[in-house]
């Protein structure tokens, strides 16, 4: 039995080569909520205000939004370099995969099920019974507390906090880190998320190749 338990990984910009899934809808509507993203950032709004920020716009540029076009903004998105293979690698040791995600809940959950994580939680829209968008559904993953969810999942299982890892791109992804336990920032999103982690004194994978995550949990190279 491995001493590492679990290791946890956000989604968007780790698991999958893409910045965000809610920018993805942005980009595919024509709009942008920058000046909101900031303030989020900022933890002057919260999850919620943000995500009914960003519906309200697209709504207003498309008055019905069914959840097949929603998907159809993820067409095309790709694995992070090495994602598959390190996933089936925890597995194959009988390591506990989570994702926890402030990301769509509908794209996170087929990533989800592509690779087969043993569980996972994003934030999700509210839908009426023809699948139409109807607004954001109350959010079950505080980005700014994403520790919430690793405490829960480590009662849960009864893990160890110093045997959880978790892995994320952005500054709020530290809030993963629980008290005894391990982070790995990766592929850092933004040099506010860089800065972070530098300050955090944790260590660092600047590559977009998950593989590089593994010398750092395990202190050996990637298995060939």
Known sequence: ?????????DCDGVLV??????????????????????????????????MEMD???????????????????????KLMKGAREVVEELKK???????????VARFIG???????????????FSWDKEGFLLGAAPSMVDSHNKGIMVEKLSKINNFKP????????????????IPGSNFIGFNPARQKALD???NMNVPLVLEKDLRGIWPIIFNKRFPN
């Open 196 to 198: 972070a982690f530098e």
């Open 55 to 77: 519906v309200k716009m697209w709504l207003e540029i498309q008055e019905k939004i069914h959840i097949d076009e929603i998907m159809r903004c993820f067409s095309g998105i």
């Open 93 to 103: 040791m009988g390591i506990y995969v989570a994702i926890v995600s402030s990301g």
């Open 17 to 50: 080569d893409m910045g965000s899934s809610w920018q993805k809808i942005h980009e595919y509507f024509g709009t942008n909520n920058l000046e909101a993203l900031e303030k989020f950032l900022n933890n002057e709004i919260t999850d919620d205000e943000f």
């Open 1 to 9: 039995m491995s001493e590492i338990q679990a290791v946890v990984f």
């Open 162 to 177: 110093e045997q959880i890892w978790s892995v994320g791109d952005s500054s709020t992804d530290l809030s993963m880190q």
């Open 110 to 124: 087929t990533i989800a099920h592509m690779l087969k994580v043993d569980d996972w939680a994003a934030n999700d």
